[in-house]
């Protein structure tokens, strides 16, 4: 299996769970950080016109949530209990809902809010 590709904007945002799942894995893969000037160049060849997006094997993936679980497939993360797997799942969704954009995991130092 090659290695991934994740690319997305430098920040944490929809791509950080992403690379934390193939860091804690141990999954070598490539980091690209885009400017807002080399997406939009790239926007009309992306899956949706949007990032982040995994490439694997040759081919492009859309949709943070189905680049997480590959991730946590790869890293043994996720679990192969389909009861345990609806859990996990269950929890990313309500991530994604939008009612708790706030709780993503970083690299970066803890930021101090005043």
Known sequence: ?????????DSEGRAESTRLAFVLGD??????????EEFFKLKP??????L???????KTYGQSSA?????????GLYPEDPVQAMAV???LD????????????SFREAR???
């Open 67 to 75: 680049q997480l679980r590959y991730a946590g497939k790869r890293s």
């Open 52 to 58: 982040p997006v995994l490439e694997v094997d040759g």
């Open 89 to 91: 799942d269950s929890i």
């Open 27 to 36: 999954i070598d893969f490539e980091d690209k950080r885009l400017n807002h």
């Open 94 to 105: 309500s991530l994604n809902d939008g009612t708790a954009t706030f709780a993503v995991p």
């Open 112 to 114: 101090i809010l005043s």
């Open 45 to 50: 060849s992306l899956p949706w016109g949007q």
């Open 1 to 9: 299996m090659s290695k991934p590709t994740l690319t997305y904007f």
